[in-house]
C-alpha cells in the first residue's frame, strides 16, 4: 500500500508541474489573429434623394501570446472598393483580457450607379504589440457590394401647346429618355381617352411600348384631330408612362395643350365668315335701297317731263 501510495502522490505532484507549461503552449500555440465580416454582401440604393451608403460589420479575433514587456496590441484596418470612398482606417486596442474586438466601415456609392456595377468590399490589416516584439498581418475579408435599380423616366413634349380649328389634325412628337440606372421596359398611355372621344376629340399613338437603356432616349408622335362639332375652347391631353412589370408601378406623368379655335369654313374662321356675311348682307341691302331709291326718282323725272311735253 505504502508504495502504491507513493506512485500516486509522485504522479500527482508530475501532472501539477505540467500545468503551467501546457497553459503556456496553448496561448503561444493558439490560433492566429484574424478578422472577419458579418455581412457577406450589402445592397446600395443610389436613386435621387438616397444616400448610397452601405456598412459593413466585422470582429478581429486577436490571440496571441503576450509577454511582460507588452502593454497592448494594437490592429489598424483598412477598407478599400476601388473607386468608391471608403470610410477612415479603424485602429482596435487590445489588453491582455480582451480576445475579440468589433469594427465598421462605410462605402458611399455614387448616386446614379449603373445597375451593372457590382463592387467589391475588401478589409485587411496589422497587428503589433505596443512594447513588444510580435506583429502580424490580418488576413483580407472580402464582400460583394449590389447596386439597387431604380426608375426615372423624363417624359417631355416639346411642342406641349398647339392650336387647332374644329375639323383640323395635328402630329406632334413624344420623347422618353431613361434617366434610370438599368434598363427599363415601359408603356405609355393617355389616361382620359375616354374624355376626350366624348369632346369629339380623337388622339392615337405610332406606339404605346418601349424598352429604352440607361441614358437612352426614345420617342413616339401622337396625332390629334378634331371633329366639325369640337367645341371652342382648351383641351388637356393626360399622357402616362407606366413602368411594365411591376405590381407596383412607377408613373410619370405629362400634359398636351390643345386649344380648339372658331370653326373655319372656306379656310376662314367661323367667326369671321358669319360677321363677313353680314357686312355682306348689310352692303347688299344698302345698294338694293339706293337702287330702288334711284329707279323711283328716275321714274318721278320722267313722268315730270312728260307732263310738261304734253301741256
Request: charged letters at 20%.
Amino acid at each position: 500500500m505504502d508504495k502504491r501510495a507513493g506512485v500516486l502522490i509522485s504522479v500527482l505532484i508530475l501532472s501539477i508541474s505540467t500545468i503551467p507549461f501546457f497553459s503556456d503552449a496553448a496561448e503561444a500555440i493558439g490560433c492566429a489573429p484574424f478578422l472577419a465580416l458579418t455581412q457577406a454582401k450589402q445592397t446600395a440604393y443610389v436613386a435621387p434623394g438616397q444616400d448610397g451608403v452601405v456598412t459593413f460589420m466585422g470582429t478581429v479575433y486577436m490571440q496571441v501570446p503576450w509577454t511582460e514587456e507588452t502593454e497592448r496590441i494594437e490592429a489598424r484596418l483598412y477598407g478599400n472598393a476601388g473607386n468608391w470612398v471608403v470610410s477612415s482606417p479603424v485602429i482596435l486596442e487590445f489588453s491582455r483580457a480582451e480576445k475579440q474586438k468589433s469594427f465598421t466601415f462605410s462605402v458611399h456609392v455614387p448616386i446614379g450607379t449603373s445597375q451593372k456595377t457590382q463592387g467589391q468590399f475588401l478589409v485587411n490589416g496589422t497587428w503589433e504589440q505596443v512594447n513588444g516584439t510580435s506583429s502580424g498581418t490580418l488576413a483580407p475579408a472580402t464582400a460583394i457590394i449590389f447596386v439597387k435599380q431604380f426608375y426615372d423616366i423624363d417624359l417631355s413634349i416639346p411642342d406641349s401647346y398647339i392650336v387647332l380649328h374644329p375639323g383640323d389634325e395635328v402630329q406632334t412628337r413624344i420623347l422618353l429618355k431613361n434617366e434610370g440606372n438599368a434598363q427599363v421596359r415601359s408603356r405609355l398611355e393617355i389616361s382620359n381617352l375616354k374624355d376626350l372621344e366624348d369632346q369629339e376629340m380623337k388622339t392615337y399613338l405610332d406606339r404605346d411600348k418601349f424598352t429604352i437603356e440607361e441614358k437612352e432616349v426614345d420617342y413616339t408622335n401622337i396625332t390629334v384631330s378634331t371633329s366639325r362639332s369640337t367645341e371652342k375652347g382648351l383641351y388637356r391631353i393626360r399622357i402616362s408612362v407606366v413602368e411594365a412589370g411591376s405590381y407596383d408601378p412607377e408613373i410619370w406623368n405629362q400634359e398636351l395643350f390643345i386649344e380648339v379655335g372658331e370653326r373655319k369654313l372656306l379656310g376662314i374662321n367661323y367667326g369671321i365668315w358669319i360677321a363677313f356675311e353680314w357686312t355682306l348682307i348689310l352692303i347688299l341691302g344698302m345698294v338694293t335701297a339706293f337702287i330702288v331709291m334711284t329707279k323711283k326718282k328716275l321714274t318721278r323725272l320722267a313722268y315730270s317731263k312728260l307732263s310738261r311735253t304734253l301741256e
